[in-house]
């Protein structure tokens, strides 16, 4: 995964690919799940709602349901006026009727758990926005010419595994993606390569921009700002001055540009770097030299903020997307930047001899020297375990190799020694 989580300058725009996966009307989706008899009728999921009684507001409501005017936030009553209740229309109606469902969180989270696993299966960084939404790094798993066969394998997969359909978004950061999403809804794929990002955008009304809603959309428009391509070709200072941050933040959005990673929500545990050759090499002093980079530029990280660390982690990426991880960890935390050169360069060993394009170093399970703290934009998130990159194992299910081979050792006093723990398959992150 490019950039994603990385402390270092963030990684460009095109040099990543990121999708953005978004339910179709999900509650809705989740009631025709599993009562397939309201599949293609308009249904109506009611916050608040009890059956028969007019109180409460839609959660969602079906595409077929959105035909006649019911929308998220509605009142069920003004709702029922569009669409009566199917059970009670009475016989002589002979317009759309609705099928109402109450809320079932408990539900809804368990399909969403199992979407959940399918994403984290198929990407190197996975960001939950919401109960139905998530942003994913595919970056070192597939390329632009085959990044729309990806996606729409994986809208296939959940609609065949899961029963619920999505919309995927693909573009070359966050808001791209997002924007991409939202466009053909439902049952939408639209890929954005980088070089169509801002024809994409550019006839766009601004509040279809990440980051812009109904209240800056007016503003803009009266400062003549009406569409994404007005905003892309607006004045910078003049949208700073009078939005502060964000008039920088929606600018570079009309623009195309996000430099946000994918990374989890959550609370940050690790620090990583990584960097890609120009050309793929098998040059193993070039591999090993460059990981010795990676090594210090990590290690200075956590100098300087007091972090000690007990995992240290290396990714191989073999062209074009073989995403190798190996991980040791410590039996108690450390700081220490020639254990994490001489661990570093341990895992790489088995390497020796591939052809590699990419690679990464990682610490993580941080703690902090007492008195200090870390800045939270500082680290990246991780996941409890971690998903076996090349195998797709669920989140949590490490794998582990057990000890090293070498070295049979477990209890020895010095970090080096220390270090020869185990060896484990991550998702480097
Ligand atoms: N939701 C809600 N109240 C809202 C908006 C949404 O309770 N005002 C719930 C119901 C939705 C779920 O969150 O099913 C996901 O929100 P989305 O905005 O993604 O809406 P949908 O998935 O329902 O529809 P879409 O197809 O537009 O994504
Ligand atoms: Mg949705």
Wanted: contains cysteine; negative net charge; glycine residues 10%.
């Amino acid at each position: 995964m490019s950039g994603a989580g990385f402390a270092g300058p963030p990684t460009s725009d095109e040099e990543r690919v990121v999708l953005h996966v978004d339910m179709d009307c999900f509650y809705a989706a989740c009631e025709r799940r599993r009562e397939p008899t309201l599949r293609g009728k308009p249904v109506v999921v009611g916050m608040g709602y009890e059956a028969g009684e007019p109180h409460g507001a839609v959660a969602t409501a079906s595409y077929e349901a959105r035909e006649h005017g019911v929308e998220s936030a509605q009142p069920i009553s003004q709702a029922l006026e569009a669409l009566p209740r199917a059970e009670t229309a009475p016989d002589d109606h002979d317009g759309p009727v609705g099928h109402y469902r109450p809320v079932d969180m408990a539900y809804y989270r368990e399909v969403s758990d199992e979407i959940r696993a399918i994403l984290h299966g198929v990407a190197d960084a996975v960001r939950e926005v919401s109960i139905d939404e998530a942003y994913l790094d595919v970056t070192d798993r597939v390329g632009w010419h085959s990044v729309e066969v990806f996606a729409s394998s994986l809208k296939e997969r959940i609609d065949e595994e899961i029963g619920v359909p999505a919309s995927v978004g693909v573009g070359p950061n966050m808001s791209v993606a997002k924007v991409a999403s939202d466009y053909d809804k439902p049952d939408g794929l639209v890929v954005v390569e980088p070089a169509e990002v801002r024809e994409f955008l550019a006839p766009l009304p601004v509040e279809e921009l990440h980051g812009v809603g109904p209240v800056t959309a007016r503003e803009l428009r009266g400062m003549g700002v009406g569409t994404a391509g007005d905003l892309a070709s607006a004045d910078r200072d003049a949208l700073v001055s009078r939005f502060g941050a964000r008039g920088g933040t929606i600018h570079d959005h009309a623009r195309g540009r996000d430099p946000r990673p994918v990374e989890p929500v959550g609370k940050p545990k690790s620090l990583s770097s990584e960097s890609a050759f120009t050309e793929p090499t098998d040059a193993f002093d070039a591999v090993c030299e460059r990981l010795l980079r990676l090594a210090d530029e990590v290690v200075e990280r956590t100098e300087s903020r007091d972090a000690l660390y007990k995992t240290i982690g290396i990714k191989v990426v073999r062209p074009p997307f073989d995403v190798n991880t190996r991980e040791r960890s410590l039996s108690g935390p450390v700081a220490d930047a020639d254990l994490v050169e001489s661990v570093v360069l341990d895992l790489a060993e088995e390497f020796e001899g591939e052809t590699v394009r990419k690679l990464g170093v990682r610490v993580s399970n941080l703690t902090f020297a007492e008195g200090t703290q870390a800045p939270l934009d500082e680290w990246e998130g991780e996941r409890e375990g971690g998903v076996g990159a090349e195998d797709g194992l669920d989140e949590g299910e490490a794998r582990s190799e057990g000890p090293d081979r070498d070295d049979g050792r477990s209890e020895h006093d010095r970090p080096a020694d220390r270090a020869r723990g185990q060896t484990t398959f991550v998702d480097f992150t």
